[in-house]
């Protein structure tokens, strides 16, 4: 599948090469992410997936080949402007312990010179979003939030300053399987609401198929296939159907225990 037209594109890869020392980590990759698309990247450990994040923010610049944001290669950009249009969600979520909840919610919004009010609108807004309503949640201090919580303000954070991309890497691997459903549900409603350009770093290919727009999978470093769930499901190449095994096994148990 050949994903959104170039006009639509936020983010391009085009042709990426990436080293880490002397170990080639992306092999010519190339991949577009359309504004309110969610693509899923999976593969085993070691493919390059946080990788290619890196190269988005500009953590890392390619040794070869372009990443573009909104047109301009990362390379032309200002570090600063560009992660400020960037949401980053991560699995440990990186909440600062000393702050409240509203604080950490607020953090981008302020870096931007937002007014006060503006800032207490939008973290009411952002914590309704995200099901953590602002007068049971806002002063609270992550050591009073469950695990679950402590990804909705992640989330939430990563979105105070309306970003058009948000980058989340292995956001829900952390939660038990319940904790993970329910948020997966959460997820599809904000998604619905907000309409980003998702880039969603994933082991579990249930989750991919449950999120994702497109899923690109990653094999070697170099991109074995990007296509939709439909598409990856009936995939005949042998690196996709190793991913997809357990998946189809899981699902072959249940249809016995039913």
Known sequence: MSGPRQDDSIVELRGVWCARGTTTVLKGVS???GRSEVVALVGRS???????????????????GEVLVAGRPTADWDPLDLRRRIGY?????GLFPHMTVADNVAIVPRLLGWDAPRVTDRIDQMLELVGLPAGEFASRRPHELSGGQKQRVGVARALAADPPILLMDEPFGSLDPITRAELHAE???IQQHVGKAIVLVTHDMAEAFALATRIAVLSDGEMALVDTP???AR?????????LAPLFEASAALERAQ
């Open 230 to 232: 439909r598409g990856v």
């Open 187 to 189: 997820f599809r409603l």
């Open 31 to 33: 991949l577009s992410l």
């Open 89 to 93: 969600v991560q699995q440990d979520v």
């Open 46 to 64: 070691g493919t390059g997936k946080s990788t290619l994040l890196k190269l988005i923010n500009r953590l890392l610049l390619p040794d070869r």
């Open 235 to 243: 995939a005949t190449d042998p690196r996709i159907r190793t991913l």
